[in-house]
């Protein structure tokens, strides 16, 4: 059975301004390349195949380092590009409850029956993310991907199999962590 490695990249200025960064291309700021440089420690003696990432920074620029770092192939995909959260990219998050009350409030009860004006709808970031997933598990005994919230939450429910859950904000708090996904018996994705 293939192992799953998620890591969420490093820090950029958006998550210090608490803005939300959706599918926006943000390099790593000086926190975020000392975030990734301890997480190597953590994956040095893991047999990690393959490291996988979303075309955009800051998830592509963290794959790069650690994939240079353990000497492991690193591919970037569109599939695994960040859900797209539209009108709210850039924002702080206090400026989305503000302008937008009630999808705000709609998104923090149930993220997943809410569409973000002008954002990707989460199905489709979910279809696309699984056709990676499927093709590269079965390829791949240790695979590490690298992917910013949501689309990390995504993968986590898509590969656990737990019912869809998304933070309640928009900002991941949860910056360059490991999290080991276990895929049930019998479960594919």
Known sequence: MSQIILVRP???????QHRVQGSLNLP??????????QLLAALVDRDISLILSGPCDPSYGTAEILAQ??????????????????LWEGLEVDEVRRKFP???RRWEESPADVTIPNAEPIENAIERMEKVLKKYIKKNRNLLIVAG???????????????????ATCPSTNRCEIQVLQQPAGKAV
């Not at 490093?10 to 210090?16: A, E, H, L, S, V």
């Not at 790593?28 to 990734?36: M, P, T």
Request: glycine share 10%.
């Open 102 to 104: 009630t999808v705000y």
């Open 149 to 167: 919230e949501p689309m990390a939450t995504l993968i986590a429910c898509s590969v656990e199999g737990h019912e869809l859950c998304l933070p």
């Open 69 to 86: 770092k353990l000497d492991v192939p690193f591919k970037s995909l569109e599939g695994l590009r960040n859900l797209g959260q539209g």
């Open 10 to 16: 490093g820090q950029t200025d958006f998550d210090c």
């Open 28 to 37: 790593l700021n000086e926190s975020g390349h000392r975030e990734v440089e």
